[in-house]
């Protein structure tokens, strides 16, 4: 049995300080590390409790540009049922309904979903020696095990593992930014540079520096209201984590497409902003075959594993019907949509 020690931290300064520490870790909802712990993956010395911070971390509000700042410590199901979520951001209230269950929405905090670490099971089955997330320089058991669930994009010859965040998925396609507070002060990550790709380094998910908290999430103040749809599909209705998923959020300009935003998961190791498919849609009336097309051109450079070829036609497929949805042209698909 391993002691360790436990530290409530009253405000964001001395959650800072607490976690100096070595083998400190912050702990929210706790629905991931507390997982992690159990199964032996993650092995922190102290735990510094940030759930009672309060102030701008709990909140949810509209920001003096129009955008709207969610707190770290919201709880994921806040965050969805929230008015200025459901109504201003309905892409985000989507992806969050479709993330695991009630129960664990309740529980999980923004932050936390922002920090969760990849389901691969060899990750977790600490009975598997080759991890290089878990253990680094030990290998990789899913490149020549079973990798069904793995990387069609970015992956690299020490991990191919994928990011299972679907409220992630939403937050690249919407632009948001993600706010942290460190001992050298505040600064602001661009959601696209916060989660980043396995390289040689598949034991870091994020760019966090080490003692970093996150405190808040900041959307622009464009939600692509009218426009929004979140696809995911998985192998059953609920508490599944996504084989493919994808955002879709649209503006048109009388029947031209005028911006555009599409962004995939489940298919490499942070969100995947589809950005060929987006190039070529923008700036053109939405057809079938130009959809069709666009959303081929993405999937060529899709490099799957020896059993998800699948995932490339399911992505492609996924992008199709995600925004001919989000426009309008066709009808809701699955279950994780808000009536
Ligand atoms: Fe570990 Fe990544 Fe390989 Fe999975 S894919 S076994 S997380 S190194």
Known sequence: MEAISYERATDVAAALRAVREPGAMFIGGGTNLLDLMKGGVARPSKLVDITRLGGELDAISTLPNGGLHIGALVRNSDAANHPLVREGYPLLAQALLAGASAQLRNMATV??????????PYFYDTAFSACNKRL??????????????????????QCIAVNPSDMSVAL?????????AG?????????????????????????LR????????RLPPSGFAQ???YLKLRDRASYAFALVSAAAALQFDGTTVSNLRIALGGVAHKPWR???AEQMLVGRP??????????????????????NHFKVTLAERAIVRAVNVAAGRSGHANAGVIA
């Open 210 to 217: 080490p003692g970093e908290l996150i405190t808040a999430v």
């Open 111 to 120: 932050g936390g979903n922002l920090m969760q670490r990849t389901r691969c």
């Open 136 to 157: 680094p320089g030990s290998g990789c058991s899913a490149i020549e095990g079973h990798n069904r669930s793995h990387a069609i994009f970015g992956a690299s010859a």
């Open 172 to 180: 690249a396609a919407l632009d948001a930014s993600v706010h942290v």
């Open 286 to 307: 939405l057809t079938d075959a130009g959809l069709r097309d666009a959303a081929a051109a993405e999937l060529r450079e899709a490099h799957p594993q020896r059993e």
């Open 183 to 207: 001992d050298e002060g505040k600064r602001i990550i661009p959601f696209s540079e916060f989660h980043r790709l396995p390289q040689d380094r598949p034991d870091v998910d994020t760019t």
């Open 227 to 229: 426009h929004a749809y």
């Open 274 to 276: 589809a950005t060929h």
